[in-house]
């Protein structure tokens, strides 16, 4: 017995009016992307060890830690005047975090900070990471450098593929995806570092993924639809696809809120940015992409001409080649 499960949370026959609240959708965009880059431009990036170099020493004690006391202890140390100590996770637990490498740290300094930390009680050093900073200089130089890379080469794949005011379309609601992400990620002072990027990474694929489907039941649209109407063709290929576009980001949004919530603190920045990357990525292949597409004055007239002329093209070419082949030529 096959058993054949169709999962569906809007109608496959109806029609949304997507289009008809195109420009209310590119306003509110418009505003979270420039409250976005305001935040990004004044309160700034919390760049990690990673990229701005120091040290983070992971502390657990047996009972509550005393951040107050071992505040005023580090505080009063001429290389941990630097030094900000935060809850992790746990009242036991602690991250110290020291901005920049002082050249006059020990290599070893989880046994001076057991040391220096004695009167604080019982507790055991964790983890200890250290990135000069020169090294997070490189970092972040490569990290902006594989962002860039990735979306030249997106741009590329999309215009070979598509048509290239589709390609463009494309690397803006990409682009449109990321500043919010940062916006968010600058407004809730999210620590940015490897993982962050990789996040950054995962949100363009992410988005990229669903803009191409929309984008593919456009242009199929397109080239079958009687429709003769930009608008119209966007509303029904879209609409078309809203099922599986939702029911997907549904998944992935519980998955990672699960991983954000139980994940712990080593991998909440990380989760916290993937879930702004669904939930604005799947708006932006909904409501954004196909209007940028609209914006551009991409036309279907011309657009069928050009695939005529294709297709004559290539019927006149295996007609040459099989007068070829009989010895007609």
């Known amino acids: 017995m096959v058993w054949d499960i169709k999962m569906e949370l809007f109608k496959k026959d109806t029609v949304y009016n997507f289009m008809g609240k195109r420009l209310q959708f590119l306003a509110l965009s418009g505003v979270v992307l420039v409250a976005s880059i305001v935040l990004i431009f004044t309160k700034g990036l919390n ?35 630097t030094a900000t ?12 975090r020291i901005t920049g490498s002082s050249t006059s740290l020990q290599t070893d300094i989880g046994d001076e900070l057991r040391e220096i ?9 964790r983890r200890v990471d250290m990135v000069g900073p020169k090294v997070g200089g490189e970092l972040q130089e490569k990290g902006l ?28 609601a990409l682009i449109h995806d990321v500043t919010i992400a940062l916006g968010a990620i600058s407004l809730f002072q999210v620590d940015v570092n490897l993982d962050i990027l990789a996040a950054i990474l995962t949100i363009l694929g992410y988005s990229l993924n669903d803009t191409i489907i ?93 695939e005529a002329e294709k297709l004559k093209a290539q019927q006149e070419k295996q007609r040459m080649r099989a007068q070829f082949e009989q010895g007609t030529i």
């Open 47 to 81: 760049f990690g060890i990673d990229f701005a170099g120091g040290t983070i020493i992971q502390v657990k004690y047996e009972k509550t830690a005393p951040i107050d006391q071992i505040r005023d202890i580090l505080h009063s140390k001429k290389d941990y005047e």
């Open 85 to 96: 100590i935060t809850e992790f996770g746990t009242p036991q637990e602690i991250v110290i």
């Open 117 to 125: 930390l004695k009167p604080t009680g019982k507790f055991e050093v």
């Open 145 to 172: 450098m594989a962002l860039a890379l990735s979306l030249i080469v997106i741009m590329a794949y999309v215009s070979f593929r598509f048509e290239w005011r589709f390609a463009l379309a494309s690397i803006l």
């Open 214 to 306: 929309v984008f593919d039941r456009i242009r199929e649209g397109v080239q079958t639809s009687k429709q003769t109407d930009l608008n119209e063709v966007v509303n029904e290929s879209v609409s078309k696809t809203l099922s599986r576009t939702t029911l997907t980001s549904l998944t992935t949004f519980f998955v990672v809120f699960t991983l954000y919530l139980f994940g712990g603190e080593i991998i909440n920045g990380f989760s916290f940015t993937l879930l702004v990357g669904v939930v604005v990525g799947t708006y932006s292949s909904i409501f954004i992409a196909a209007s940028f597409l609209v914006q551009l004055k991409f036309s279907i007239a011309d657009f069928r001409k050009k």
